[in-house]
Nanobody, 125 residues
Framework: QVQLVESGGGLVQPGGSLRLSCAAS????????IGWFRQAPGKEREGLLCISRNDHTTFYIDSVKGRFTIARGKVRNTVYLQMNNLKPEDTAVYYC??????????????????WGQGTQVTVSS
């Protein structure tokens, strides 16, 4: 399994920005699709967006379009989630995920077998 680690979460005021990182140990992530998910208290984990192996981005919920972007870093084992104009409803634990046996993106958490531990994002004044 690919071991993933998220970082970059924290407390931010509404309208602020954060950049989350998803890093892998011992793997170059440019050979994998990477999905970003989030889970708020009492809610199911939801797919946000995914970057494919050929760097195509797919969004799975409309509320983050125009505010969130995903990109691969110059360091080959890192993928970033840039989040702008954050809102209180974005508060959640954010996860990145992949699956070395699948070759396409999905918004279904069940299609991913490798997950990071998550990073908390809190949007509050």
């Amino acid at each position: 399994q690919v071991q993933l680690v998220e970082s970059g979460g924290g407390l931010v005021q509404p309208g602020g920005s954060l950049r989350l990182s998803c890093a892998a140990s011992g793997y170059a992530l440019d050979g994998y699709h990477i999905g970003w998910f989030r889970q708020a208290p009492g809610k199911e984990r939801e797919g946000l967006l995914c970057i494919s192996r050929n760097d195509h981005t797919t969004f799975y919920i409309d509320s983050v379009k125009g505010r969130f972007t995903i990109a691969r870093g110059k360091v080959r084992n890192t993928v970033y989630l840039q989040m702008n104009n954050l809102k209180p409803e974005d508060t959640a634990v954010y996860y990145c995920a992949t699956d070395r046996n699948r070759y396409s993106c999905s918004g279904d958490p069940g299609m991913y077998s490798s997950w990071g531990q998550g990073t908390q994002v809190t949007v509050s004044s």
